[in-house]
């Protein structure tokens, strides 16, 4: 068997594996480069095997990062199944139609070229296929999979795979992993990562492997004062947001808080129609999530609703966010302020002194989240200069990652050791330095990969 990477390997985003068997090929997420220092549409079109030739593919998670260019390889003639479980399957086509809509947009406004149609995108869907956590299936012949929970975002999971030709010692074919990304610690809406039972060869992410995130339970104590002190003084809190399962988990949070006679009574803004539609698909799918709090201690049994929260869906409702002139909280993305509608909700509320904007996530190099994070005292949105004024407040424990810590815990398996431990998906800088950090406790041999690199087994 052979083990190639085809991105996720110099940044944190791309995600791409590619695994060939004597017989057949299969793909392990194809997710799409994101941030700053893009690579050039050229780049993304050439994904470095032929795409006719897969036979089946997997996607761990529904973040645009993992599943970005299966549209792309389907409109350049690959037509296998896609497997992944049934809410990833739902919210992959969501994420798939919005960065179509946002590629068209991007193509009217700056030139930019559009990578696959609606129609890929349709056909994209059509070949996916949901399978449930722990169901044991045989993707291509000989070659059995394995979806476990692991607890980064709704229907999230790392995958195992059974390497036909390729024993252990003890006569079992080897099993290859691949984490997908793996979820923080104590999520209250998501059951925790499943530890790994056994595994011989580990792909693993590494997105925050040279940090140690802040202790849960501060965050809704900062939440509060935070909600508190712009809407006491009639400000508008800007909350930009990830749309799936930051804001999810955001909702939950306000959503105690309003049982509690916590959180003032003003109106909640939640202006994304991305958003919106994912917490439709959270809300269907709610018996893959956990609970941190009884249904029953949810005054309409119903986690992500709450008196006061408006959904705008539609452009002419969002518009009218404008006409309240009152105090009130608007959740919008994206949530670097990339894009979006809380471009807009910035421009009139980024120079108010009463006003102010919370940050909940990873803010990339060079993007405006960075720059008004950072202190920036004046900002550019839409070729308009706008005055900083407003009072700015990051908090970090919403990360959907989990720390160093939590990785290299989870890479001790219950049975036996890893062989070889593949480190991706993590900054140039991170992987190093997170090397290290396991090679202390973990007797691994561990490896970072190059770009399009190959691997024997
Ligand atoms: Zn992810």
Redesign the pocket.
Known sequence: MKLSFHGGVRGVTGSCFLLEFKESKILVDCGMFQGQRMVSNKNLIDVGFNAKDIDAGIIT?A?Y??IGRYPLIVKQGFRGTIYTTPPTKALASIVLEDAQHVMSENARRNGDIILFSPDDVKRTESQMKGIGYHTQFEIVPGVNVMFHDAG??LG?AYVTIDVPGSETEDGKPKRLLFSG?IGNEEVPILPDTEPILKADIVVCETTYGNRDHEPVPQRNKELVKMVSSIINRGGTLLIPAFSIERTQELLYELDLLADEGVLPKVPVYLDSPLAIKATEIYRHFKHYLRFDRPIHSSSDHDFFTFPRLVETLRMDASKKINSDRGPKIIIAGSGMMTGGRILHHLIRYLSDKKSGVLIIGYQAEGTLGRQIKDGAKKVKIHQKDIDVNATIKAIGSFS?HGDRNKLRSWLKPKEGKIDQVFLVHGDEKVKPEFKEFIEKEIDSEVIIPMFSQEFVF
């Open positions: 998670h973040h990062d993992h980064h975002i999230s990304d959907a």
